[in-house]
């Protein structure tokens, strides 16, 4: 009777560490899998962490700001179009070294294409219809010079026609106005500039005012058109369109 009491103890014994033992296995694998998805979840969180935003600032139009992070957000290229008068293809011109900055900063974000008309006039632009280069480009932004530099006037009707026709082909098309750099001795291009100013304010356009790093138009530093000319110009325009830190 002893023999079998004991033989049934130690059954019983065996029974219960078999069944604890797999009531805590079959714990662990279920509670297993929710842990698995949080840590993945985390991952993925701190993943999109690490995903540096764009960076705009915050001094740009609301609009152009809106356009940036909408491209920004699809994985889309803006086309920023210059366009104006004599800008030199070199490694030192202003239109070079904004393009550089400009792809350190935001990537692909924007593509650049500079188009110039060396000896037109804005006048012969609109009369010979030469705008339609634009056109076909189909930029999403245009950062106009109005010819300026091969006249040295500015004219209110000119300019505003010329940006109507473009924008008949392109009505999406968000337009800045600047004016080329200031010429020696040459007081017309601070009346036509402030002439730019007042055209860009009152029908909605921008003007980006990259004159206040120049030196003084009658100052005889400005009359070679240099290195340092170039970089002051793509200066002001790396100091608007890119976040400084």
């Known amino acids: 009777m002893s023999k079998l009491t004991a033989f049934l103890g130690i059954m019983a014994a065996i029974s219960s560490i078999t069944f604890g033992h797999l009531y805590w296995q079959t714990k662990i694998n279920l509670n297993s899998y929710p842990g698995q998805n949080n840590v993945q979840n985390k991952s993925e969180e701190h993943i999109n962490e690490e995903i540096s935003p764009l960076t705009i600032p915050n001094h740009l ?5 809106i356009k940036m992070k909408q491209a920004y957000q699809n994985g889309e290229s803006l ?5 104006g008068s004599k800008f030199k293809d070199t490694e030192s011109a202003w239109t070079t070294l904004f393009s550089k900055h ?26 010979l219809k030469a705008y339609n280069k634009i056109n076909q480009l189909k930029p999403d932004i245009l950062l106009l010079e109005p010819f300026t530099q091969n006249n040295h006037k500015v004219s209110i009707e000119n300019i505003t026609t ?10 999406e098309i968000y337009v800045f106005l600047q004016f080329p750099h200031p010429s020696y001795k040459n007081k017309y291009d601070v009346y036509n500039a402030e002439q730019l100013k007042i055209l860009a304010k009152d029908n909605g356009y921008t003007f980006i005012d990259h004159w206040e790093g120049w030196m003084k138009y009658n100052d005889p530093k400005i009359k070679p058109y240099s290195t340092e000319a170039n970089n002051l110009w793509a200066d002001s325009l790396v100091n608007y369109f890119i976040e400084r830190k």
């Open 61 to 65: 139009p609301s609009s152009f700001q």
């Open 79 to 83: 086309h920023l179009v210059i366009y």
């Open 102 to 127: 400009l792809n350190k900063a935001y990537g692909k974000l924007f593509k650049l294409t500079v188009v110039s008309e060396d000896q037109h006039t804005i006048s012969e632009v609109i009369e």
């Open 162 to 171: 010329l940006i109507k026709e473009i924008k008949k082909e392109n009505p």
